[in-house]
């Protein structure tokens, strides 16, 4: 539901861009947790760059979260055109792709299921499902769109302290997996061959929903820009000036945290251009029954949360594939989830485990190229 908008200006001579965006995992309505806020000025912050180009905001709020487009535009006429076509775009594709919306295509497809024949459905919907479907194959099923009924399951299990009644988890399972959703190219349809099905495309409808606005926004003329759905974020070219958006990752969500400062951590910063970052984990949801800890992600292959604290950060070409891919790791672990990730073009990922109470990370071959030195990092103005 598109709730409000705002746009945000303000000129500062004499400045130099080099805000940092620093990224924490939060609740979400939609998929997963992560916040976003600026450091050095704050939100709508805008600073002056090249004579004809300044930096504007604008947030609104859909997918039950808040999208803060940063652009930078010649006038505040021009960025609050392009800003308002993003925002529209991101409503119109929440009205495809959402499972909470009851009259969404999405939602609309599940209540035909078990369908009499293939549904047809839109070009939006239909990219996103065949993303989805490719994913799972790769993924051995650790990521799947049909994973509705278990994560309707796990999260009543997770508000009442109680793992599901095993008939009822079973149940939920016959409704899951590749032999319920089948992809007919030819006439562009879905077919939902078991009884009770709901597809959940939380894992990877935000990151769509960013790259198609991000494309709106190339369309109008913008060279350089940022979209961030609380903490999904997606970037076009770099601001003027810079080599790119500088983002700093907290996937434990422990940044300013006396744990934090004991481990004398240096901040974890990415240079992007053209790129999308994702953190997904369990630090801010997350359960604990019978004495195990439970992410609120679900494992599609065992209908309940993933077990142990853990954060990812996905950097990837496009938001669509970080979304999913973030997802999908969360739920596979370094030791499966690296060969996958290796084998994404220009994808990198960063896995944080506590192990005795200690973050130890692993990383994957492409990620020391994301990551500004902390050298560099202290010697840039604010």
């Known amino acids: 539901m598109y709730l409000f908008c705002r746009i945000a200006r303000r000129q500062e001579q004499h400045t130099r861009p080099a805000q940092v965006y620093w990224v924490r995992r939060r609740s979400s309505a939609w998929r997963r947790f992560v916040l976003v806020a600026a450091l050095g000025g704050g939100m709508g912050v805008v600073v002056a760059t090249a004579d004809d180009l300044q930096r504007y905001t604008g947030t609104c709020r859909s997918m039950g979260v808040a999208w ?64 989805s479907v490719f994913l799972r194959n790769a993924s051995g099923g650790a990521f799947d769109p049909t994973v509705g009924p278990l994560t309707t399951l796990w999260r009543r299990a997770r508000r009442s302290g109680r793992l599901p009644l095993p008939e ?41 929903a960013i790259d198609r606005a991000l ?10 820009a940022m979209i961030d759905a609380s903490g999904d974020i997606g970037v076009t070219g770099p601001p003027p000036g810079t080599a790119g958006w500088r983002v700093e990752v907290d996937p434990l969500g422990r940044r300013g945290s006396r744990q934090a400062t004991a481990d004398k951590s240096d901040p974890l910063v990415l240079t992007l251009a053209d790129a999308a970052v994702t953190t997904s984990g369990d630090a801010f949801q997350a359960v604990e029954i019978d004495g195990v800890r439970y992410s609120h992600i679900v494992d599609p292959r065992t209908g309940l949360g993933v077990v142990g604290g853990s954060g990812v950060t996905v950097v990837a070409a496009d938001a669509t594939t970080a979304d999913a891919l973030a997802t999908t790791l969360s739920v596979l672990g370094p030791t499966a989830g690296l060969p996958l990730v290796e084998q994404t073009p220009a994808a990198a990922a960063r896995f944080v485990t506590l192990q005795a109470g200690k973050p130890v ?15 560099q990092i202290q010697a840039q103005p604010n």
């Open 68 to 131: 803060t487009v940063s652009l930078y535009a010649p006038s505040a006429t021009a960025a609050e055109e392009a800003v308002a076509a993003a925002h529209a775009e991101v409503r119109r594709l929440e009205q495809i792709l959402s499972d909470y919306l009851p009259d969404s295509e999405l939602s609309q497809l599940s209540a035909t299921a078990p369908t009499q024949s293939p549904v047809p459905v839109g070009d939006d919907l239909w990219q996103v499902l065949t993303r």
């Open 168 to 208: 009822r988890l079973a149940g939920a399972r016959r409704a899951v997996g590749p032999d319920t959703l089948v992809l007919n190219p030819g006439n562009q349809a879905v077919a939902l061959t078991r009884p009770g099905m709901r597809l959940d495309l939380g894992g990877i409808g935000m990151g769509y």
């Open 215 to 224: 494309n709106v926004l190339r369309d109008r003329g913008i060279a350089a």
């Open 361 to 375: 990370a692993t990383e994957s071959s492409r990620w020391s190229t994301r990551i500004t030195p902390a050298a």
